[in-house]
């Protein structure tokens, strides 16, 4: 067809997540890029009503222009945000006049009347929410708590029994420093929800949020260990206090500092206060690798 490898695969990029779901579902087609404020601002207003019509058959697919410029080509965008509905493959109303919740469902709801979606675009929220889940973790890494949490309690009152949801919707709150609210949703899980790993790390980040102080406070645990650097229960102290502030990288210094010191004072406790820290930030998080390769280097060298 006269396409290079780098068009060829945008083409296959775009059949798989656009063409192939909007078959039997409709699909809200948001064209995009970082450096766009506008784009930004829309955002939180797609996903939260995407997420809502999510049991309607309608999901949220999004096209970066920089990184998939030849697919915006083939849909001549000459300004953005610009977004599509689309259904069976071909784009069948211009969304970008909807610029508040409303004007977008109300567009949603003429399009969803007249349109024959099969049964199977109308699936189960379990079957949907993987999309908003992995969006609002995104949304989450960025820094944006608000925004995580919203999208999260979004998947949670649609599925009401999925576990990374709620780890989440609580990893957001805790992060946003609204740990009350996280732990009404902790207490309620049921025991099995508990269990799981993902809420595992999420209580982990709540407990450690329980350390936190104010900034005098905080201030006078540093001059206190700065003034004896021998003392663990005072690092210890520092060390949760830093994290829970936000200072995670002095949190860290502080423990593999006692770690070196003495690793087996109060029973290991600062490896321990180490690992909870990677249990909550999460193992695969980049600042916990590099962080755990300095905890490996003392432990054996």
Known sequence: MGLNI??????????????????????????????????????????????????????????????????????????????????????????TPARTESQMKQMLDDLLAKLPLSSEGAAAPEQDVGQFIEMAEQVLAEGDAERAAGVFMQVVQMAP???????GLIRALVVGGRTEEAQSIVDALTDEMKADASIQQ?????????????DGELQGLRDQYASNAGDMDAGLALADAAYAAGHRDEAADILLGMVEADRAWNEGAARTKLLQIFEAVGLEDEWVVGTRRRLSKILFS
Request: charged content about 25%.
């Open 202 to 214: 999420a209580l982990s980040a709540l407990e450690l949020a329980g350390t936190a102080v104010d």
């Open 161 to 167: 029994e999925n576990v990374p949801a709620h780890s």
């Open 6 to 95: 780098e068009e060829q695969k945008a083409v296959e990029r775009f059949k798989t997540n656009v063409v192939e779901p909007s078959m039997h579902k409709l699909v809200i087609l948001d064209f995009w890029a970082e450096w766009c404020g506008p784009c930004k601002a829309l955002a939180p207003m797609l996903e939260k009503v995407a997420a809502e019509y999510a049991d309607k058959g309608v999901i949220l697919v999004k096209v970066n222009v920089d990184e998939d410029k030849f697919i915006a080509g083939q849909f001549q965008v000459q300004s953005i945000p610009t977004v599509y509905a689309m259904f069976q493959g071909q784009p069948v109303a211009d969304l």
